[in-house]
């Protein structure tokens, strides 16, 4: 058994549960395989969340509640500490927990994302195992309704700190969960790099990968988003942290007319765009505006600059990703080397078993 948490409905054999709960998963032979959440009406019909024979208490409290520390506990080891109280408690299938995604912001307010159907059904019981360990803000969003709610008292504003910079957060109004932490370590890494340069920090958002610029002591930097209320948040995250820098500018605008257009004079651009491949289908037309992108930042990027290049399309993997911008590399006729390729933090865990969540890739490159 390789430990793979998705069931797909064509490796089932006869008929497939029509009920959204929680199912068991038994071999040919009549050996149970373990449990998982059902969801009848995707083609992933189960997703184990517990491998081997049910417990003896079955899945109680204390089950659940066993889950959420084992979470918790790597979070506190690898990344929890006085400089940061945002991160992901619980990344779905790479803890173990398919179906379920939850991230904390300035350590007491969760964003409680179910997935499908059948972890909806246990909000409760997550709100329960929350508040115990005691977050006291918790907001619910579920995949398939447009809005989602406070099932707590609603904050009069919701921030975070990461690695000792604060950042406001939309949870209601935001991309995903309002922030996007996966990307903390790269962001870290732009900081360091960004000493004395012009930065261009492309698809900014909230103006993330802007603010750890500022911080590392670049000298301009350029945030620029299809989105003025993101333009916006972000100009709010640089006053937060440098109300005296004042070479920060958004410009809110369409990031491939953007990049095609912009000067030659960036020594820094940083891509860091939405998922293009929503499913495999799209994976021809993604790759043909992953290309785009890189290619008009390569040829416009200054000799020596640095370019941080990103995709978090699961459908899009590694390999691809790396042979997509070599055909930017190409065609821009620039000398291109990889500096360090670039991956999520250490709580969005890829589980082994389960290769689907190393979604998020990027490669730093040294542009001649």
Known sequence: MQRHAWVFSGAIEGAVTKSVGIAEVIDPTGNVLGYGFSDPESQI???IFHFGPKPETGFNLSFWRSKFQSALDLRTSLVIDSKTDTYRLLHAEGDFFPGLI????????????TLIDATKQWTKTWLDILL????????????????GKWLTEKP???AGLENGLKFFV???????????????????LIKNL?????????????????????????????????????????????QLNFPKFKSHTSITADCFDYLKEMDEDFDLV?????????????????????????????????????LATFSCSQHIDRDLFQKIVFAAAVDAGRLVRIVQPLSQTADHPINIFHPEGDYLKGLLLYVE
């Open 102 to 113: 939850i991230d904390i912001y300035g350590g007491k307010t969760a964003f409680l994302h």
């Open 270 to 306: 940083i891509l860091d765009p939405p998922a293009f491949a929503k499913n495999k289908a799209s994976v021809d037309k993604a790759s043909r505006g992953y290309k785009e992108i890189n290619l008009s930042a390569m040829r416009k990027i200054k000799k020596g600059g640095l």
């Open 45 to 47: 019909v189960c997703r």
């Open 156 to 158: 009069e504003e919701v």
């Open 194 to 238: 960004s000493k004395g340069r012009k930065v261009l920090n492309a698809f900014s958002y909230t103006a993330g990968f802007s603010v750890y610029a500022i911080a590392g002591g670049a000298r301009e930097v350029l945030s620029v988003d299809i989105s003025k209320d993101a333009c916006n948040m972000g100009d709010r995250n640089v």
């Open 170 to 188: 939309d949870l209601e109004k935001g991309q995903k969960t309002g922030f996007f932490i996966d990307q903390r370590d790269n962001r870290q």
């Open 132 to 147: 115990e360990l005691g977050y006291t803000q918790v907001y619910h969003k579920h995949s398939h309704d447009k809005e």
